[in-house]
């Protein structure tokens, strides 16, 4: 066994050596092995290659729009390029919003953070925390 397959915030995997330290952004998904036996088991579970952030950021726009009672289509929301307040997010939808993030993702987002500021915080927080969850595992 000297390889382990890792992963980073955007749920890409990588095979590393057991040996070296793991790049910053990066932690250990579970499986270890030989260098083949590695990508063979990240070629049977990555099977969405498309980054987490990605499919985060598009459900987060579809779930803001849902927060505002549809009042903001999800392009509106993806496309704004700016602050969830300026985007016309009220304080009664960021709460439904926090909720529905906890339920989907099982991250606590809190008011104080900056990570409520926008789409793109919002996704990076989200990403970068569920990364830590599976680095505390």
Do not use: K
Not at 7 to 33: C, F, I, K, T
Not at 73 to 82: E, L, N, S
Not at 111 to 124: G, I, S
């Amino acid at each position: 066994m000297d390889h382990r397959v890792v992963m980073n915030a955007d749920e890409q995997y990588s095979v590393w050596p057991v040996a070296d330290d793991l790049p910053a952004g990066w932690v250990a998904e579970g499986h270890r092995g030989s260098r083949e036996e590695c990508l063979d088991h990240v070629e049977r579970v990555w099977t969405d290659q498309t980054p987490a952030r990605t499919r985060i950021r598009a459900w987060l726009a579809g779930a803001v729009s849902r927060a505002c009672d549809d009042r903001l289509t999800p392009h509106d929301v993806a496309t704004a390029g700016c602050s969830l307040v300026a985007m016309g997010v009220s304080s009664l939808a960021i709460i439904r919003l926090v909720d529905a993030i906890e339920t989907e993702y099982g991250v606590a987002a809190d008011f104080n953070q900056h990570a409520l500021e926008d789409l793109d915080a919002l996704t990076d927080f989200i990403a970068t925390v569920r990364l830590r969850h599976r680095e505390a595992r």
